[in-house]
Structures are given as structure tokens and as C-alpha cells.
């Protein structure tokens, strides 16, 4: 098993729609866990970081965490063309280093 | 600048050569960290430093890899007798501190192609 899985998608949904990215992780990574997006040919760029159980909320974005599931989710609300992209999990496993999962290729459709 | 800085962006290179890759991370970072991306592949760590140490080299994928800090900030990675797997895109990243609830930055990293 993967320390982090994600769905590699892709996920499309319509404009103005709620995507829902998913991820989970095994019990090596259970600390922190941040969420990135990465346009193609770009470096990832970091959208939230959640480290406890719940919601956080961020503009369009919401980080769902549940420890005891082990899983951690992305809601983005009335999604966008510009939103089309690949959507990283990663989890840090209370070291140092991000172990990161393949990532989830989203396409938002006008 | 503002962001996490690396060059050359792309560097295009005969198999057996040796490649130098520069990292300037964002002011005030204690941290900085090494990844690669491979096509198709997720990003994999390679090596992390705090301050001018690198406690963690354990994604190193060979001794031809090495990387070194100097003044706390910037880092070369550096990859001798360079192979065909090794291309790939190496991205750096720097965080506030090395302590785990601390979000990485990530440079726009450099594209390195192996011929």
C-alpha cells in the first residue's frame, strides 16, 4: 500500500459545481497534510494545510480531515475552468519530508 | 524576490556529464528541501536541509547525487556522471522552519534532459 493514495481521475465536473478530491494515507503519515495544485509544466502551489480532525474552510476551499478514517478531502465550491488542474495530497509524517500522493487530474467544464 | 528562485529552468545535457542545479530560497527559510518529478511519476524527496545540515539524505537515489547548503541559504544539487533516468523535473522548496506543521514552498524548478 501507498503511504498516500489518490484517485488519479480525471475528474470532471461543470462549472459552477463542487468538486470533491479525496486522498487517504496509511499510518506512517499522520501528522500534517497539505493540499497543492499543479497547472501543467508549473511548480505545485499550496492551497491548504490541515492538521486536525474537521473542516477548514478557505474561500471556495474546504480541507476535510478524519484521522480515525484516515483520509483527507478538497471541496471546492462553484468550480471553475481556471480550477482545471492536478491536485496533490501530501502528508508529513512528522518528520521533515512531504510524501506526496500522484496526484488527481481535475477538469472543470464550461 | 518573493518566491522560492532555482536556475538554470531548463538544462539539456549530454549522458556522462555532471550538472550543477541552484536553489535561492524565500528570506528567512530556515528549511529547504530537494524533490523530483518524474513524468508520469509523483514527486519523490531526495534531501533536506536546516540551516547548513542535511539530516535527512535518505532519497538520494544514488552517490552520484549530492547537495550541500552554505550561509543558510542557498543550495546545488549536484549530479555526476549524469544517466538517462535522471532526467527529470527537480523542484526545490523551503519552509519557515523544518518543524512538521510547516506548509513548503516550491520554485518553479529545473527541467534536466539527459540525451
Known amino acids: 500500500q501507498k503511504e498516500v493514495e489518490q484517485n488519479s481521475g480525471p475528474l470532471s465536473v461543470p462549472e459552477g459545481a463542487i468538486a470533491s478530491l479525496n486522498c487517504t494515507y496509511s499510518d506512517r503519515v499522520s501528522q500534517s497534510f497539505f493540499w497543492y495544485r499543479q497547472y501543467s509544466g508549473k511548480s505545485p502551489e499550496l492551497i491548504m494545510s490541515i492538521y486536525s480532525n474537521g473542516d477548514k474552510e478557505d474561500g471556495r476551499f474546504t480541507a476535510q480531515l478524519n484521522k480515525a478514517s484516515q483520509y483527507v478531502s478538497l471541496l471546492i465550491r462553484d468550480s471553475q475552468p481556471s480550477d482545471s488542474a492536478t491536485y496533490l495530497c501530501?502528508?508529513?509524517?512528522?518528520?521533515?519530508?512531504?510524501?506526496f500522493g500522484a496526484g488527481t487530474i481535475l477538469r472543470v467544464k464550461s | 524576490g518573493a518566491g522560492v528562485s532555482q536556475s538554470p529552468s531548463n538544462k539539456v545535457t549530454e549522458k556522462g556529464k555532471d550538472v550543477e542545479l541552484r536553489c535561492d530560497p524565500i528570506s528567512g527559510h530556515t528549511a529547504l528541501y530537494w524533490y523530483r518529478q518524474s513524468l508520469g511519476q509523483g514527486l519523490e524527496f531526495l534531501i533536506y536541509f536546516q540551516g547548513n545540515s542535511a539530516p535527512d539524505k535518505s532519497g538520494l537515489p544514488s552517490d552520484r547525487f549530492s547537495a550541500e547548503r552554505t550561509g543558510g541559504s542557498v543550495s546545488t544539487l549536484t549530479i555526476q556522471r549524469t544517466q538517462q533516468e535522471d532526467s527529470a523535473v527537480y523542484l526545490c522548496?523551503?519552509?519557515?522552519?523544518?518543524?512538521?506543521?510547516?506548509?513548503?514552498?516550491f520554485g518553479d524548478g529545473t527541467r534536466l534532459s539527459i540525451l
Open positions: 522548496a523551503s519552509s519557515f522552519s523544518d518543524r512538521a506543521n510547516q506548509p513548503q514552498h
Open positions: 501530501a502528508a508529513n509524517d512528522g518528520g521533515n519530508k512531504l510524501v
